[in-house]
């Protein structure tokens, strides 16, 4: 992470070797939530540097989080499947992708 505006040297939040996605800023700017190609939905505390995973797909597809104004809730969205197909290379109708919120 480093600023826009290069005022600071950057600072490193993760050593997850995975690709992160989705980045999404706290409104208050105290904490910032991603997702990574392991399928999980991280929150990271800026101070802190402490990282929770939030939640998880076993069938891909966990993305687009975006924060209520307040920065107490969650939004995103989460596949789930009956079978092992990804959701994004699926036709069936078993597969379903949910709108999730929660208050973390």
């Known amino acids: 992470m480093t ?3 290069s005022s ?3 600072q490193k ?3 997850i070797d995975n690709l992160k996605l989705n980045y999404s800023w ?3 700017s105290k904490e910032l939530v991603f ?4 399928d999980k939905l991280r929150k990271v505390n800026l101070a802190s540097k402490q ?3 939030l939640d998880s797909s076993r ?3 966990i993305g687009m989080p975006a ?3 307040d920065s107490k809730w969650i939004a995103y969205h989460k596949c789930t499947a009956l079978t092992g197909t990804p959701c994004e290379q699926s036709t069936s109708p078993w597969f379903n992708t949910l709108a999730i919120v929660r208050n973390y």
């Open 8 to 10: 600071a040297e950057a």
């Open 35 to 38: 997702t990574a190609s392991d």
């Open 51 to 53: 990282i929770t995973i």
């Open 59 to 61: 069938y891909g597809g």
């Open 67 to 69: 924060w209520s104004p």
């Open 13 to 15: 939040l993760t050593d």
């Open 3 to 5: 600023a826009v505006d």
């Open 26 to 28: 706290s409104p208050d």
